[in-house]
């Protein structure tokens, strides 16, 4: 499923594609044909993300809102657009481009009561200004949970998927299983540091990337890796492999039907 730099990306590309447009909107696949017939025409005020959430905000306090979930997919392009194959959900055309939406988990449109109530169920998202971290804190220093559930848990941190996770823990020294009541409070502020950090890194590079300098390929004289998610990570689908920090093999684990990755002697616990 695509993290929340992918969504941002996507939020970003979008106003830039159609911000003060006023797009045509269809749904040749035809399940989302009375929303799309609502937004036809309408500006294109402003688009958002929050956590894995895509926001577009028409004039007449309308919102299409979007989860791509594991399978949702968008493609774009400029001039006139192909004809549609398979099972098109969404497309938006302007005179300059178009922009097709196939098999999200979500294709609605939300009244602002229904956006502020899906802004109320997300936790903080690290790549948002607006985000507030306390909030998270808050829950997690009250739960027994282990750590990796709670920051994979979208009402506690939003935007986080299990590449960043798994990432930001190890990177944190964390063992995944930690209890979030143990995690201090210099320890979350650290960890939600590297969070912004490793997501806004994301966002510029469309990819994540979590190695530092001295851990590079080119570093360590050791081949880059190659698998279809792109980018360097310590852990994340590497079991059996190396540590790149200490050599130690990389566990592999199950937590709440996730895979999850950790290092047993840099993430003791
Ligand atoms: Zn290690």
Not at 7 to 12: D, Q, Y
Not at 99 to 119: F, K, N, Q, S, Y
């Amino acid at each position: 499923m695509p993290e929340g730099h992918t969504i941002h990306r996507l939020a970003a590309r979008h106003a830039e594609l159609f911000g003060g447009d006023k797009p045509h909107v269809a749904s040749p696949q035809g399940r989302f044909a009375e929303g799309a017939a609502r937004l036809s025409g309408t500006v294109l005020e402003a688009t958002e993300a929050y956590g894995k959430h895509l926001l577009h905000h028409h004039a007449g306090e309308l919102t299409l809102h979007v989860h791509l979930g594991l399978y949702g997919r968008f493609a774009d392009g400029a001039g006139e657009p192909p004809e549609p194959v398979g099972q098109v959900r969404l497309r938006l055309t302007s005179d300059r481009h178009w922009l097709d939406l196939r098999g999200p988990t979500a294709c609605e449109l939300l009244t602002p009561p229904e956006v502020a109530a899906l802004r109320g169920r997300l936790g903080p998202d690290p790549l948002r200004a607006d985000a507030d971290p306390d909030r998270a804190y808050a829950r997690i220093s009250r739960s027994p949970t282990p750590l990796a559930a709670l920051l994979l848990d979208q009402s506690v941190v939003a935007g986080t998927g299990l590449i960043f996770v798994t990432e930001a823990l190890f990177r944190a020294g964390l063992p995944p299983t930690l209890p979030g009541r143990r995690l201090t409070r210099a320890g979350w502020d650290a960890l939600w540091a590297d969070l912004v950090a490793l997501m806004r890194l994301a966002v510029g590079r469309g990819r994540i990337d979590t190695v530092r300098d001295a851990h590079l390929p080119e570093a360590m004289g050791r081949p880059a890796r190659v698998d279809r998610h792109g980018g360097e990570v310590y852990v994340y689908r590497r079991p059996g492999e190396p540590c790149h920090v200490c050599g130690t093999p990389v566990s592999r684990g199950g937590l709440a039907g996730r895979n999850l990755y950790w290092c047993p002697t840099c993430q003791p616990g």
